[in-house]
T-cell receptor, first 115, second 110 residues
């Protein structure tokens, strides 16, 4: 299996622009997670889906952030409008079981720089 | 929110030395996971500990879960340069959601 695939790997944009990050989970996995990693705050969970349905979006910073999962093999995280403080590495992860002890497989991340 | 504190934040040692990284919380977790993250990559799971007092070994890495399931430690024996990375602990909450610590950056020099 190719693992979790994220695109793009790097994104540089200007403040106010719309940014869309993409994720293809591991085939057959039923949970998908979006995280943000910064030096200041570490790895934070933004939102997660189960069977394409958003379960918990309490980590989404504000209304400028939105996430969708139109099917089992694709998810997007959109920021509109983007701000410099959104600069971070965004990770997508997927897992097969949501119960305790489940293993989350992470993608390589998208490094976002908002100028 | 259940918080996980990791210490130290940064550790630099020479090849062959031993090191220990700590993960502490005031709350109980159903289980705890340790991940290692290398530059430009996502975290990769090393181990899951479930039972209070449990000790797991992965080659030169020894993981321990506290009796009360609130804390954990990672001990590396005879560190190698390939052990360099960011070590993250994550508490598994009852519904499978992970709460990550801030991480310990380990640098092993030749």
């Amino acid at each position: 299996d190719a693992g979790v695939i994220q695109s793009p790997r790097h994104e540089v944009t200007e403040m106010g622009q719309e940014v869309t990050l993409r994720c293809k989970p591991i085939s057959g996995h039923d949970y998908l997670f979006w995280y943000r990693q910064t030096m200041m705050r570490g790895l934070e969970l933004l939102i997660y889906f189960n069977n394409n349905v958003p379960i918990d979006d309490s980590g989404m910073p504000e209304d400028r952030f939105s996430a969708k999962m139109p099917n089992a093999s694709f998810s997007t995280l959109k920021i509109q409008p983007s701000e410099p403080r959104d600069s971070a590495v965004y990770f997508c992860a997927s897992s097969l079981l949501g119960g305790p002890g489940n293993i989350q497989y992470f993608g390589a991340g998208t490094r976002l720089s908002v100028l | 929110t259940q918080l996980l504190e990791q210490s130290p934040q940064f550790l630099s040692i020479q090849e062959g030395e031993n090191l220990t990284v700590y993960c502490n919380s005031s709350s109980v977790f159903s289980s705890l996971q340790w991940y290692r993250q290398e530059p430009g990559e996502g975290p990769v799971l090393l181990v899951t500990v479930v039972t209070g007092g449990e000790v797991k070994k992965l080659k030169r890495l020894t993981f321990q879960f506290g009796d009360a399931r609130k804390d954990s430690s990672l001990h590396i024996t005879a560190a190698q340069t390939g052990d360099t990375g960011l070590y993250l602990c994550a508490g598994v909450q009852s519904w499978g959601k992970l709460q990550f610590g801030a991480g310990t950056q380990v640098v092993v020099t030749p």
